[in-house]
């Protein structure tokens, strides 16, 4: 199962908007509503901050949010700020009852 | 609150075996699913293994199938990892995390355990 495809970096100002997309096939991110996506800090674990592709979990900022269309699939953070700086990471199902992950993006706050 | 915590790791040598475990508190683990995830150092995630609630149902990566064995003890509240015939590229964080049933979604990761294989 090959990972799913992110930029390696995004960046933003302050109060801007930026989205990162993940791209998958029919196998994992098209044919399934089970992508998710992860925060994680330097030396940290991996938080999760939304699933089932626009679902946040309890306690998640709403300027988080995630989308999808077809097999892509794209995580919109709003409102950015200083702490939103992280690598960020999305996973999907796959069909053959695995979960595969993207090769994780690095977002700047600049 | 959710609380997992990884044991078992370290250093070993290329063809060695280690075994990881999994503590769990905060919620009732013969309820849920239970993953294994990996990061080698500077790169991305990757995940290895799920295992169901009742132990029935497995499932690994092609990279590690044949080699690790996931198990778990709902008495003792505990996931495990067992890794045979390691290999340096099978050095990394390994982090349990809680899952959900539906899409096989971890959702509540641990601090994970280093194992380095040299």
């Known amino acids: 199962q090959s990972a799913l495809t992110q930029p390696a970096s995004v960046s933003g100002s302050p109060g801007q908007s930026i989205t990162i997309s993940c791209t998958g096939t029919s196998s994992d991110v098209g044919g399934y509503n089970y992508v998710s996506w992860y925060q994680q800090h330097p030396g940290k674990a991996p938080k999760l901050m939304i699933y089932?592709?626009?679902i946040r979990p309890s306690g998640i900022s709403n300027r988080f949010s995630g989308s999808k269309s077809g097999n892509t699939a794209s995580l919109t953070i709003s409102g950015l700020q200083a702490e939103d700086e992280a690598d960020y990471y999305c996973?999907?199902?796959?069909?053959?009852?695995?979960?595969?992950f993207g090769g994780g993006t690095k977002l700047s706050v600049v | 609150q959710v609380q997992l915590v990884e044991s078992g790791g370290g250093l070993v040598k290329p063809g060695g075996s280690l075994r990881l475990s999994c503590a769990a508190s905060g919620f009732t683990f013969s309820d849920y699913y239970m993953t294994w995830i990996r990061q080698a150092p500077g790169k991305g995630l990757e995940w290895l293994s799920f295992i169901s609630s009742s132990s029935s149902d497995t499932n690994y990566a092609d990279s590690v199938k044949g080699r690790f064995t996931i198990s778990r003890d709902n008495a003792k509240n505990s996931l495990y990892l067992q890794m045979n015939s390691l290999r340096a590229e099978d050095t990394a964080v390994y982090y349990c995390?809680?899952?959900?049933?539906?899409?096989?979604?971890?959702?509540?990761w641990g601090r994970g355990t280093l194992v380095t294989v040299s």
């Open positions: 995390a809680r899952t959900y049933i539906v899409g096989a979604i971890p959702s509540h």
């Open positions: 996973s999907s199902y796959t069909s053959i009852s695995t979960v595969v």
């Open positions: 089932e592709v626009s």
